[in-house]
């Protein structure tokens, strides 16, 4: 299976903290994504990162991405209630024709 | 303007019927998809049409159905519903398919609740 593997499932911080999730996948990829859905609504793109890039910024997103390892993982700074949110990774293999989406991560912000 | 909407956002309806889910995209994409995700928020792609041409077809039962009338819009037809189909399905779009898959635009989704 493609499908990705969130770690951990759920995360409980303070606002104001950083917030750091991450992302195994197990075949080669062309790129890696990450969504967020809020509760009872669709996912929304927050970032792509090709397979030939290490690093990509976002405003206070920061993704990272190891081949090497197959892993990612994607950094919230100052967190805040806002982004309460489950976040998901993707993958596109090469040769694929869709994403394959992980587990996802349940992101709670304590105002 | 909603870019990808579906309709209805939610469904209950007995074992047995047979309903559909219809989506409709106004951003121009080749690419249209289907994504059922279960209780634990596991998403599971079922179908992909790229110009109103499967592509994907995932192990999905022949009791559900995709119909693409243009590359605008993807249907989703399900027979003979089942308890184990209680779900949220979502459409999505994209501008590309294939290695270049990029950003996926998902609809809100809906909610299909077997009785």
């Known amino acids: 299976s493609q499908q990705g593997e969130e770690d951990p499932q759920a995360l409980s911080i303070q606002e104001g903290e950083n917030a750091t999730m991450n992302c195994s996948y197990k075949t080669s990829i062309n790129n890696l994504q990450w969504y967020r859905q809020n509760s009872g609504r669709g996912l929304v793109h927050l970032i792509l990162i090709r397979s030939n890039e290490r690093e990509k910024h976002s405003g206070r997103l920061r993704v990272t991405l190891d081949t090497s390892k197959k892993s990612s993982s994607l950094l919230i700074t100052a967190s805040r209630a806002a982004d309460t949110a489950s976040y998901f990774c993707?993958?596109?293999?090469?040769?694929?024709?869709?994403?394959?989406f992980g587990t996802g991560t349940r992101l709670t912000v304590i105002p | 303007d909603t870019a990808v909407s579906q309709t209805p956002k939610y469904l209950v309806t007995q074992m047995g019927n047979d309903k559909s889910i219809k989506c409709e995209q106004n951003l121009g994409h080749d690419t249209m998809y289907w994504y059922k995700q279960d209780s634990k928020k596991f998403l599971k792609i079922m179908f992909s049409?790229?110009?109103?041409?499967?592509?994907i077809n995932e192990t999905v039962p022949n009791r559900f159905s995709p119909k693409s009338p243009d590359k605008a819009h993807l249907n989703l037809h399900i027979n003979s519903l089942e308890l184990g189909d209680s779900a949220v399905y979502f459409c999505?779009?994209?501008?590309?398919?294939?290695?270049?898959?990029?950003?996926?635009?998902f609809g809100e989704g809906s909610r299909l609740t077997v009785l």
């Open positions: 049409y790229n110009n109103k041409e499967l592509i």
């Open positions: 993707a993958t596109a293999g090469r040769g694929a024709n869709n994403l394959f």
């Open positions: 999505a779009s994209s501008f590309v398919a294939g290695v270049n898959t990029g950003e996926l635009f």
